[in-house]
């Protein structure tokens, strides 16, 4: 059964970095393709980077050439390594496979970016 579990979040200054974790617990992730998607408080879901099983990414346009999506199949984790981070990307972040599977919404990890 798949778990998924996203870490890694905080509050930083515009401009700042972080880098989020995704961790399944169910050591299926390594046959998915995966996403990050972050969510506003009343905004929609949105997808903001993906990776195939064999490593092909594909960023949204909001955050192509800031952010990297990178997958580590020996520890069944999933990363978003996040640098100038702007006011816009406050969000709660959450992984999921791609397409997004109903039933593998975690609890997200919080970013908050301000000055």
């Known amino acids: 059964q798949v778990q998924l579990v996203e870490s890694g979040g905080g509050l930083v200054q515009p401009g700042g970095s972080l880098r989020l974790s995704c961790a399944d617990t169910g050591r299926l992730l390594n046959i998915y393709a995966m996403g990050w998607y972050r969510q506003d408080p009343g905004q929609q879901r949105e997808l903001v980077a993906t990776?195939?099983?064999?490593?092909?990414?594909h960023y949204a346009r909001s955050v192509k050439g800031r952010f990297t999506i990178s997958r580590d199949n020996a520890k069944n984790t999933v990363y978003l390594q996040m640098t100038n981070l702007q006011l816009e990307d406050t969000a709660v972040y959450y992984c999921n496979t791609h397409p997004a599977a109903v039933d593998y919404w975690g609890k997200g990890t919080l970013v908050t970016v301000s000055s």
């Open positions: 990776i195939t099983s064999g490593g092909s990414t």
